[in-house]
């Protein structure tokens, strides 16, 4: 990891989150390749309860779900 694209990424506010040990290969030379987050703005809160599966199989919105995915295969 070069230096100089660790130091921007901190100066601008992202964290480290991981690393992935050699696997990027560039001009002859394996490097590692390191992953960096920064929240983009606030979390909204608390996410809307989970709908199951049995409440909205008979809707409307259930087929065309179904339809777009079958229409991507």
Known sequence: MAAASVGLHLAMGFQPVGV????????????????????LQPCPGEPPPLTQPEEVRHTAAWGEALYAGQALL
Do not use: E, I, L, N
């Open 20 to 39: 992935y040990k050699q696997v990027g290969f560039k001009c002859g030379a394996w490097y590692d390749v390191a992953w960096y987050q920064r929240p």
